[in-house]
Nanobody
Framework: QLQLVESGGGLVQPGGSLRLSCAAS????????IGWFRQAPEKEREGVAC????????TYADSVKGRFTIGRDNAKHTVYLQMNNLEPEDTAVYLC???????????????????WGQGIQVRVSS
């Protein structure tokens, strides 16, 4: 069974940091483009950060540029989202998604992802 499992969420104070992980189970991430998305109450799902299957190219939403960093370790079948200087507006459920693309340097967020994790809550509050 192919699964993506997010971890690392929780409650953090403004200005703090969290590192989210997205681990693949039942398949390897080597030839998958990965995206991190977030869903806040009464807001549309937002693409936060995306990375090419090769890891050579990344894209970030304007709201997180300079604060968030996406990275991948294919040997560990895991993609990370390092979130620094968190703001209350970053509060949301964060989901990772994977799309099989082969060997690709295209790092923009894609229109479609075949596999999605269940999501993990991130809450930024004092």
């Amino acid at each position: 069974q192919l699964q993506l499992v997010e971890s690392g969420g929780g409650l953090v104070q403004p200005g703090g940091s969290l590192r989210l992980s997205c681990a693949a189970s039942g398949f390897t991430l080597d030839y998958y483009a990965i995206g991190w998305f977030r869903q806040a109450p009464e807001k549309e799902r937002e693409g936060v950060a995306c990375i090419a299957s090769t890891g050579s190219s990344t894209t970030y939403a304007d709201s997180v540029k300079g604060r968030f960093t996406i990275g991948r370790d294919n040997a560990k079948h895991t993609v990370y989202l390092q979130m620094n200087n968190l703001e209350p507006e970053d509060t949301a459920v964060y989901l990772c998604a994977a799309e099989p693309v082969g060997y690709s340097n295209y790092g923009a967020c894609r229109e479609k992802y075949d596999f999605w994790g269940q999501g993990i809550q991130v809450r930024v509050s004092s």
